[in-house]
Nanobody
Framework: QVQLVESEGGLVQPGGSLRLSCAAS????????MGWYRQAPGKQRELVAH???????NYADSVKGRFTISKDNAKNTVYLQMDSLKPEDTAVYYC?????????????WGQGTQVTVSS
């Protein structure tokens, strides 16, 4: 089992910045990818950013150039730096970990943290 603990989100004004973190603990294999998803009211959960065990990243088109995902392997922690925030970034943000064990990959989720962008 892998446990994911996310930092608190918050209320941010448009154009502002916020950094989320997600710390993984438990039975963490040597290979795991991590990512951030978000879900706004009435919408499906969508991928925001993803980082592989090798450090490759990809982003949703809507956040490219504004959000940056990074990972501290020593701390098993992934970060999401969010800059130039827009009201449409308002959502519950979820941390995800896809852990590769022999013969299978298991997905784990954080509890979610609310990010509200509003003046």
């Amino acid at each position: 089992q892998v446990q994911l603990v996310e930092s608190e989100g918050g209320l941010v004004q448009p154009g502002g910045s916020l950094r989320l973190s997600c710390a993984a603990s438990g039975s963490i294999p040597s290979r795991y990818d991590m990512g951030w998803y978000r879900q706004a009211p009435g919408k499906q959960r969508e991928l925001v950013a993803h980082i592989t065990s090798g450090g490759s990243t990809n982003y949703a088109d809507s956040v490219k150039g504004r959000f940056t995902i990074s990972k501290d392997n020593a701390k098993n922690t992934v970060y999401l730096q969010m800059d130039s925030l827009k009201p449409e970034d308002t959502a519950v943000y979820y941390c995800n970990c896809n852990a590769a064990y022999p013969g299978l990959v298991r997905a784990y989720w954080g509890q979610g943290t609310q990010v509200t962008v509003s003046s």
